[in-house]
Every structure is written in C-alpha cells, then in structure tokens.
Nanobody, 116 residues
Framework: QVQLVESGGGLVQAGGSLRLSCVASGSGFKINAMGWYRQAPGKQRESVAGITSGGVTNVADSVKGRFTISRDNAKNTVYLQINSLKPEDTAVYYC??????????WGQGTQVTVSS
C-alpha cells in the first residue's frame, strides 16, 4: 500500500508563488510516474503536470510557463512550483502516483487559494 501526503498549499495573493510537495511512503513499491491534478469548485479534476520515473515531464498548456514539476527520487517526493499565481488557479491540488504494477494512488489534496 502506498500513502501520499501533500503539503504547501495556502492562501496567497495573485502574482505570488507556492511550492507544493507530495511525499510517497509505503513498502516495496516502485514508481512509474507521479503527477499533479487540481479540482476547482464545480469543475472536473484536471491534470496539470506529470513526471515519469525517468524524469520526463509534461505540463498542461493552460499552465505552461508558470508551473514546474520536479522530483527527488531519493525522497520519493514530487514538487509543483507554481509562479505568477492567478485567482483561477484556486483549487484543491491532488498528487497521484502510478506504481510499478500500474496501480493508481491519490493523496488527500491541498487547498490553494489565490486572492485578487
């Protein structure tokens, strides 16, 4: 079993920055990929960024240039650096892990609120 714990969310003014973290823990698991999703009130959950075990990244066009995903393999941690925050970035941000056996795991989410 894999547990994911996100942190780093909060209330920030437009134009500010945040760095979200997601730590994966458990026993005997391998990671194929990790990613970040977000869900705003009344909207569907959407993918914002992902990174493979080999370090290949992809970022949604809607946030490209402002969001950067990275990972620390030694710490089983993935980060999401968010710059130039906008009110429309307000959402709950979730971390997802795809294991070596292709199972999906989700974190509990961290709230990001951007004030104008």
């Amino acid at each position: 079993q894999v547990q994911l714990v996100e942190s780093g969310g909060g209330l920030v003014q437009a134009g500010g920055s945040l760095r979200l973290s997601c730590v994966a823990s458990g026993s005997g698991f391998k990671i194929n990929a990790m990613g970040w999703y977000r869900q705003a009130p009344g909207k569907q959950r959407e993918s914002v960024a992902g990174i493979t075990s080999g370090g290949v990244t992809n970022v949604a066009d809607s946030v490209k240039g402002r969001f950067t995903i990275s990972r620390d393999n030694a710490k089983n941690t993935v980060y999401l650096q968010i710059n130039s925050l906008k009110p429309e970035d307000t959402a709950v941000y979730y971390c997802k892990l795809i294991s070596g056996t292709w199972r999906e795991y989700w974190g509990q989410g961290t709230q990001v609120t951007v004030s104008s």
